[in-house]
């Protein structure tokens, strides 16, 4: 049992569309309490939190007025600006005021001074590994952000051993002072059948009957255009009938917009925008294949999404995607149109090579949970803790 009293998350992120962080930040929050129910964790947010957002036993906390934007990599200076008073002027004010033992930073940015020791996550190094990925704004924004956050904090995790990887290299703290625990994959992803469920997504939707999935932002690092060169041959053998793609249009996806009217398939190509969760598990099992051929992921989420809903998965041979699909996935260099184009063809055509790769699919996606990434969280406050004498 940990002899402290209580811990603060930032936990903004659990507002809005849960996207990466917020998934991250509401699944510790959840497991926490579960794990040492001894602790009283604290949301520090900026507005009051919706329905189905407070997982029990955690205690919300509203920290200043409402500033936070809906996308935080195209949403200007202004909100860098909120931001950057609400880490460093009012969260502090908060910590002394609830008494809290420490601070969990959940994405990137730490008070510059802080009344209790502070952890905090780096998801990923993408302003360093993949240069342009962003608006020129974000990308000096994380520039600045992320090796002073490393700097301030007693302790910092990573998603990936990976990402651990390009922090020592790219901003160089102590190794003993960083810590990899990978995401996990709910029991919600799982292989759905269902027929009514089936349906009910077909139609919300507007499905094709076979597909090829994209999930995540439509960005630049996504190497969309590469999907969709690789998939013209097959969607001209009639192998598939469409590229479905699920997630928000970020920095480039006009490029791909674009890249689709230049391979003449824009009308094969289903935007669907952000796919709320309960949907989300049911889209991955009636997909023929997921592709996630990024330029770099901290993670890779969608990988073992998939893996848990029965979907084979290509993905990159870079960044974190080779240790989080192990040996259940097709993986290729970002770009390879020729090479993405056979291992998709390969999943498509090869029954017995798809099923070999689902079954290792399911396996892998077993080896992720939740509650294994809390686990590790809180041996990573035990430690700070320690340390600090509390």
């Known amino acids: 049992m940990l002899d402290i009293r209580r811990i603060a998350l930032d936990a903004r992120r659990l507002n809005g569309l849960k996207r990466g962080v917020g998934q991250y930040v509401f699944q510790l929050a959840k497991w926490l309490p579960k794990l040492e129910p001894n602790i009283e964790y604290l949301l520090f947010v900026d507005r009051p939190l919706g329905a189905g957002s407070m997982p029990a036993g955690c205690r919300e906390v509203i920290v200043g007025r409402p500033f936070t934007t809906e996308s935080q990599s195209v949403s200007g200076m202004w909100s860098k600006i909120r931001s950057y008073h609400w880490m460093n002027y009012l969260v502090p004010r908060a ?18 001074r802080a009344v209790c020791p502070c952890v905090v996550t780096i998801h990923d190094l993408i302003y360093a590994r993949a240069p342009g990925a962003f608006e020129p704004l974000y990308e000096r924004y994380l520039k600045m952000t992320v090796p002073a956050a490393v700097r301030r904090a007693r302790h910092v995790i990573t998603d990936s051993a990976a990402t651990r990887d390009d922090l020592l290299e790219f901003v160089r703290p102590e190794p003993s002072r960083v810590s990899v625990v990978h995401l996990g994959v709910g029991d919600e992803y799982r292989v759905h059948n269902s027929p009514v469920e089936i349906e009910r997504a077909r139609q919300i939707l507007r499905l094709p009957s076979r597909f090829i999935l994209h999930v995540g932002a439509i960005e630049r690092r996504k190497k969309l255009e590469t999907l969709l060169a690789a998939a013209v041959p097959l969607l001209s053998a009639h192998l598939v009938d469409e590229v479905v793609l699920a997630g928000e249009e970020g920095h480039g996806a006009d490029d791909v917009r674009h890249a689709a009217a230049e391979l003449g398939v824009q009308d094969r190509v ?17 997909a023929e294949v997921l592709s996630l051929a990024s330029v770099y992921e901290g993670f890779g989420m969608p990988v073992l999404e998939a893996m848990a809903c029965g979907t084979p998965v290509v993905t990159s041979n870079v960044s974190s995607l080779p240790e989080i699909a192990g040996d259940a996935a097709l993986t290729v260099a970002p770009g390879d149109i020729d090479g993405l184009r056979q291992a998709l063809e390969r999943l498509l055509t090869d029954s017995g090579f798809r099923s070999e790769m689902i079954r290792r699919g399911l396996a892998r996606a077993r080896a992720f949970s939740w509650e294994r990434t809390a686990a590790g969280h809180l041996a990573v406050y035990r430690q700070v803790l320690d340390e600090d004498g509390n």
């Open 270 to 286: 289903r935007y669907l925008g952000y796919v709320s969760q309960d949907l989300l598990p049911v889209l991955y099992s009636l």
């Open 95 to 112: 910590l002394k005021r609830e008494r809290a033992d420490l601070f969990h930073a959940t994405n990137f940015a730490v008070p510059v």
